[in-house]
């Protein structure tokens, strides 16, 4: 009923000017909701974010809020908060950069954080979180010069990447 994507840039219609923050629009049973991203240093071809809720369950009349990142994060992130009665449901969509140096990559997750963790602090305590994200975390293999190699990552934890039987 929720769904949460990244990459979505190339979904924006040509009519729209590249700096718009965020728009709304309905496609057939989901109201969705986009932030994308002018050129800028975080950015890349396919910097966007996307909600999309299912029109059955989520009702425009109960979104009390929509939440954009600040103009350096554009496309980045995205949130919003429907209430009805005293059931709160938030969602936010984040896209951390793939590419980029080093501190580049991490200047701009530390504040596509901050901004998400300013955003949680507002919100009543009992409400419900769903935050889908494109981490690129590199996890698994990857391609080096020309063969497969595992990623020895602590992203997961004690359950890192195991070898596969090749098929």
């Known amino acids: 009923n929720i769904l949460g994507l990244q990459g979505t840039r190339n979904f924006r219609p040509n009519l729209l000017p590249p700096c718009l923050q965020n728009y709304k629009e309905t496609l057939e049973h989901f109201r969705c909701y986009h932030w994308y991203a002018a050129e800028d240093i975080y950015t890349n071809s396919s910097t966007g974010v996307t909600l999309a809720f299912n029109r059955k369950f989520f009702y425009a009349k109960h979104v009390s809020a929509r939440y954009s ?24 969509s984040l896209y951390f950069p793939s ?7 991490c200047d701009c997750v530390k504040g596509i954080l901050g901004w998400l963790a300013s955003v949680l602090e507002q919100l009543p305590s009992h409400t419900e979180k769903f935050i889908p994200m494109d981490g690129n975390f590199k996890v698994g293999i ?26």
């Not at 990142?69 to 936010?92: C, D, E, M």
């Not at 590419?99 to 990559?105: F, L, P, V």
């Not at 990857?142 to 098929?167: C, F, H, M, Q």
């Open 69 to 92: 990142p600040p103009a350096i994060y554009q496309g980045r992130g995205g949130a919003v908060l429907f209430t009805k009665s005293n059931l709160n449901i938030f969602a936010a």
């Open 99 to 105: 590419s980029g140096t080093i501190q580049c990559k």
């Open 142 to 167: 990857t391609k080096r010069a020309d063969s497969w190699v595992l990623i020895n990552s602590a992203v997961v934890g004690p359950y890192d990447a195991e070898p596969t039987t090749p098929v």
